[in-house]
């Protein structure tokens, strides 16, 4: 694994390698700011290019998420798993439903699996949350997951006391 990830790190830069991380579900920012230090870019570019990463599917979840899963959910083997998807989305989206768009900053700000900008974008999309005020709360709450996973990630904050 580690001469494949040389030989990708070869042909792309490190940071176009954490840009493109960060892009990806699951991993997002979370994932690349870690990968970033720890490929030798300092945290704050390592922060810096994660969240522009993290950042560039938004709109694009944004504004095609529910049309595409309508079309999927006619394909007979692509239908349970667009209703999974949506299922989970919306089993966390409580807060975001109660307290809006400051609910989707503080659900996108939480550094922990499954509350990153991809699951938000769902939430807000089916929930049918304008983009003038989606973008903006993932926006935000994406840049402070990116002040506690570089904090997290240099130990300049702590899980545990001490």
């Known amino acids: 694994m580690d001469s494949f990830l040389r030989e990708v790190l070869n042909f792309l830069t490190i940071e176009l390698a954490v840009l493109l991380a960060a892009a990806l ?4 920012l979370r994932g690349a700011i ?11 570019n390592a922060a810096v290019i994660s969240f522009v990463g993290s950042m560039l599917p ?21 239908s349970n798993v667009v209703q999974r998807l949506v299922s989970r989305s919306l089993a966390k989206s409580g807060k975001i439903q109660k307290y809006g768009a400051l609910g989707l900053v503080l659900f996108v700000a939480v550094p922990l699996p499954g509350t990153g900008i991809w699951t938000g974008a769902l939430i807000a999309a089916f929930l049918d ?10 926006l935000a709450g994406n840049a402070i997951a990116a002040v506690a996973v570089m904090g997290l990630s240099t130990g300049v904050i702590s899980v545990i006391g001490g």
Request: no cysteine.
């Open 58 to 78: 938004v709109p694009a979840l944004l504004f095609g998420i529910r049309p595409m899963f309508t079309l999927l959910r006619r394909k007979k083997p692509f």
């Open 129 to 138: 949350m304008r983009f003038k005020w989606a973008f903006p709360a993932i």
């Open 25 to 28: 579900p699951i991993i997002e």
């Open 34 to 44: 870690p990968i970033g230090i720890s490929l030798g870019l300092s945290p704050v």
